[in-house]
Structure formats: structure tokens, C-alpha cells
């Protein structure tokens, strides 16, 4: 360990991990603006996005005998941050269900940038990925880990898209959710706007696209939209911008929204040299 203390919890029920208290329960609730981080990997990912001031670690509980396995972790957090442990039948029955992993903390982001803020901080050459009415954790978890492989510059969720800070959501995403700026807020139709007026060629995924995904050219500003599995994108996108499709083997309806996302972000990033 780098000497930071740790602090025992013996009960269930006491007030100081009173937020990890009934995990499944609360992730439905919600926990005012914070979030849990679990596991190994997404922990580390906290701790570098705490550094960049991105997001906040509040405090931290561990299963006692993964401590010293993550000693190298804890070492990249302040040591003001409280590090709580606990023996694995408390653990569970503060989560409400066993916790292999026995790795939580809680965290916050720090602020809330507009849509504005978020566009007006894109690099000349960006590509952006647009999700709307993504309500799958486990799509937009994926979709996040897809844009952090791709070097997508910033995820822009509509109103109506899933939290992506759900503890499922950024599990499944690595901890990329903490690596790749997001914004989710607003309509798709005014997000779309913003981006065309800063000079973005939007396209639209789709099995009913107009051109193969291979055939979308070059541009220094890319914005991919993708819409959720089953009834896709509304046609009044649809209609508006350019569509693409994913060749697929006859007889198919479409790709989850996850793997497109991951094939079209893969080809638009090999065009504009990312990859």
C-alpha cells in the first residue's frame, strides 16, 4: 500500500457506505448526479479521469482480501479519499447480492458542460458518434468502448438515450464512459442541427441506407448517427441527411446497434486516417 489507511465496516447498515447500500435498487432510483464504478479496470479508469479533473472519486469500498491487488491503484487516487473494507458477507449484503468482484467506489462527474460547450471544444478534424433513443445498458456501454477504440472525440446521446454512468452501462464499457466526453441532453434533431451548422457531414446508419458504409468519402468532420435496434432512426432523420448501410448476407434485418456502431465507426476511422 502507499500508507494510506483503511477503513473497517462491520455492518451492513453503517451510515458511512450508505450509498453502495442496495446496488440494483438504487442504479434504478439513481444516486443524484453520482455513480458506481465496479471492478479493477473500471477503478483505474477513475482514478485517471480524477486526475484530469473529469471526474470526482468520493470514496471507495473494498473486499479485504482485494486490497493489496489493487494497492497499485489506490496509489493513483489523493489519500483523502476514503478507502472502507470489508469481509465478503458484509460486502454482499450491503449490495443486496454477492459481489465477486469486490471492487466499488463512488464517484461524480465534475460540472456539466452544454451540448455548445462540448462541439465548440472539437478539433478541427473530429468524428462524433450520435445516439438516439438508445435504451440498452449494454448497447450504450459498447458503444462507448467502440468510440474509445476508434478515436471518436466526443459520444452525443439524445434525452431520450439511457443514462451511460448506469453501473452496468459503464462496466460493459470498460470505464470508457470516463475516457471519452459525452453529453446527454437535448433532441436529436437540435443536436444534428448544431453539428451541421459547425460543419459536419452527418451520416445516418440504417439497413436501408442509400450508399455502402465503404463508399462514405473522406471529410475532416464526421458525425455517425445510430438509432435503437428495432425500430432505428425516425424517418424525419432519415430523410434529412445521408444514409449508409452495412453489407450483410441476404435474408438478415439488421446488426445490434452495438456491433454496427463498431463496424462504422471502424470504417469511417480507417478513412480519416485514425487507425
Keep these: 500500500m502507499d500508507g494510506r489507511e483503511t477503513i473497517a465496516i462491520e455492518t451492513a447498515d453503517d451510515p458511512r457506505i450508505a450509498e453502495f447500500r442496495a446496488l440494483r435498487d438504487r442504479d434504478l432510483t439513481g444516486r443524484e448526479g453520482r455513480f458506481i464504478a465496479e471492478g479493477t479496470v473500471v477503478l483505474r479508469m477513475l482514478a485517471g479521469a480524477h486526475a484530469a479533473g473529469a471526474f470526482m472519486a468520493e470514496k471507495i469500498l473494498l473486499l479485504k482480501n482485494r486490497v493489496q491487488g489493487v494497492a497499485d ?14 469481509e465478503s458477507d458484509v460486502i454482499d449484503r450491503i449490495a443486496g447480492f454477492h459481489m465477486h468482484r469486490g471492487v466499488l467506489a463512488l464517484g461524480r462527474p465534475m460540472g456539466c458542460e452544454g451540448l455548445a460547450d462540448r462541439l465548440d471544444a472539437l478539433p ?11 435504451s440498452n445498458h449494454d448497447n450504450v456501454g459498447s458503444m462507448f468502448r467502440n468510440a474509445a477504440a476508434f478515436g471518436a472525440d466526443v459520444v452525443l446521446l439524445d434525452e431520450t438515450c439511457c443514462d451511460p ?3 452496468k452501462a459503464l462496466r ?25 451548422d459547425r460543419g459536419f457531414a452527418i451520416w445516418s446508419l440504417s439497413p436501408r441506407g442509400s450508399c455502402d458504409i465503404r463508399e462514405i468519402p473522406s471529410a475532416r468532420r464526421i458525425a455517425l448517427v445510430v438509432g435503437t435496434e428495432g425500430e432505428g432512426l425516425p424517418p424525419e432523420i432519415l430523410s434529412a441527411f445521408q444514409s449508409a448501410r452495412i453489407a450483410q448476407v441476404p435474408g438478415l434485418d439488421s446488426l445490434n446497434v452495438a456491433t454496427a456502431t463498431g463496424i462504422a465507426l471502424y470504417q469511417i476511422a480507417a478513412g480519416m486516417g485514425r487507425i
Design 73 to 86: 491503484i489506490l496509489a493513483l487516487f489523493p489519500p483523502d479519499i476514503p478507502v472502507y473494507v470489508a
Design 124 to 134: 478541427e478534424t473530429a468524428l462524433v458518434l450520435v445516439g438516439c433513443g438508445i
Design 165 to 167: 454512468l448506469y453501473r
Design 172 to 196: 460493459v464499457s470498460v470505464g470508457s464512459v470516463l475516457s471519452v466526453p459525452f453529453s446527454r441532453q437535448g433532441a436529436a434533431s437540435d443536436i444534428l442541427a448544431s453539428l451541421a
